[in-house]
C-alpha cells in the first residue's frame, strides 16, 4: 500500500536559511513607497533616486546645497539644479503655500477651567495659582499659557464668555 500523500509533503524547516536575511533582502528590493503624489507621478523607474530627483530640481542631499563659510579655504557655491521637470516643484510650491486649517481644540475640562479662573480672577495670574480649583498645582506662567491657548484655539467663544461677563456689571 502507499503512503497517504498528506504525510509525503509535510512542510519542513529548512535550518540552513536565515529568515531575517530574507526578510531585508525581500524589502530591499521593494519599490520605495512614495508619499508625495507630485514626485510620485514624475518618477521614471528606469532611472536612479539620484537622477530622479536632480531632474525634478530636488536636492538629493544635503552635501554641497548651502554655502559653507571656512576660514582656511575658498567657499563652496550652491549647487545648480538644471530641473527637467521643473512642474514638480511649482506643484510642490503651490500645495505649500496654501494656508493650513488650523484644527486644534482644547478638552471640555480646560475650558472648564479657563471659565472660572478668568470668571473669578480676571486678569490675576497669581491670585489664579492660590485658587482651590488649580488641582494640578500650576504656576501663574502654566495657567496664563492655558489661558492663551484657550484663546488661541476658540477666540469667539471667548470673546463672546468675556462680554458676557461684563453684560451683566453695566446693567
Known amino acids: 500500500m502507499g503512503k497517504l500523500r498528506k504525510g509525503r509533503n509535510r512542510n519542513t524547516f529548512d535550518y540552513n536559511q536565515n529568515k531575517k536575511k530574507l526578510k531585508k533582502r525581500f524589502k530591499r528590493k521593494e519599490k520605495p513607497q512614495i508619499e508625495c503624489p507630485q514626485i510620485r507621478k514624475a518618477w521614471d523607474d528606469h532611472k536612479t533616486v539620484k537622477q530622479n530627483l536632480l531632474d525634478m530640481g530636488l536636492a538629493p542631499g544635503t552635501k554641497g546645497m548651502l554655502p559653507i563659510k571656512s576660514n582656511n579655504g575658498p567657499r563652496s557655491e550652491p549647487m545648480e539644479i538644471n530641473a527637467i521637470k521643473a512642474y514638480v516643484v511649482e506643484e510642490m ?66 470673546d463672546a464668555f468675556i462680554a458676557s461677563l461684563q453684560s451683566p456689571k453695566s446693567s
Open 93 to 158: 510650491e503651490a500645495e505649500a503655500s496654501v494656508p493650513r486649517e488650523d484644527k486644534t481644540t482644547c478638552s471640555t475640562d480646560l475650558i472648564e477651567y479657563v471659565h472660572h479662573m478668568v470668571k473669578e480672577h480676571k486678569d490675576n495670574y497669581k491670585a489664579m495659582a492660590r485658587d482651590e480649583k488649580n488641582f494640578y498645582q500650576d504656576t501663574p506662567k502654566q495657567i496664563k499659557k492655558k489661558v492663551e491657548f484657550y484663546k488661541r484655539c476658540h477666540p469667539e467663544e471667548y
